[in-house]
């Protein structure tokens, strides 16, 4: 079992920026690809990023590419998302999430799954 906590969320006006964490528990951390995703009122869940057990490798979905970047501590068990000129368009609850396997961008791929931050974006 795999614990997932997102902190970081809040309300940020168009072109700011936030950073957004999760903190895993439980099992070994390096085994697990990690990725965000989002979900915005009245749509799918989308993938957002993803970052390879060692942290090499990197995924974006091209609305957010050259925006976010995404990182992970494995020392500190933690994955973060760094979101810059935040667009309107951002706005959405953010998940982390866990991949045991090596889906990177479904999100029925992933095992495990955070509660969710909130990240609102003023026009």
């Known amino acids: 079992q795999v614990q997932l906590i997102e902190s970081g969320g809040g309300l940020v006006q168009a072109g700011g920026s936030l950073r957004l964490s999760c903190a895993a528990s439980?099992?070994?951390?390096?085994?697990?690809?990690m990725g965000w995703f989002r979900q915005a009122p009245g749509k799918e869940r989308e993938f957002v990023a993803a970052?390879?057990?060692?942290?090499?490798?990197?995924y974006y979905a091209d609305s957010v590419k050259g925006r976010f970047t995404i990182s992970r501590d494995n020392a500190k068990n933690t994955v973060y998302l760094q979101m810059s000129s935040l667009k309107p368009e951002d706005t959405a609850v953010y998940y982390c999430?866990?991949?045991?396997?090596?889906?990177?961008?479904?999100?029925?791929?992933?095992?495990?799954w955070g509660q969710g931050t909130q990240v609102t974006v003023s026009s």
């Open positions: 999430a866990a991949d045991s396997g090596y889906v990177i961008r479904d999100s029925v791929g992933y095992d495990y």
């Open positions: 970052i390879g057990r060692s942290g090499a490798n990197t």
């Open positions: 439980g099992r070994t951390f390096t085994n697990y690809i």
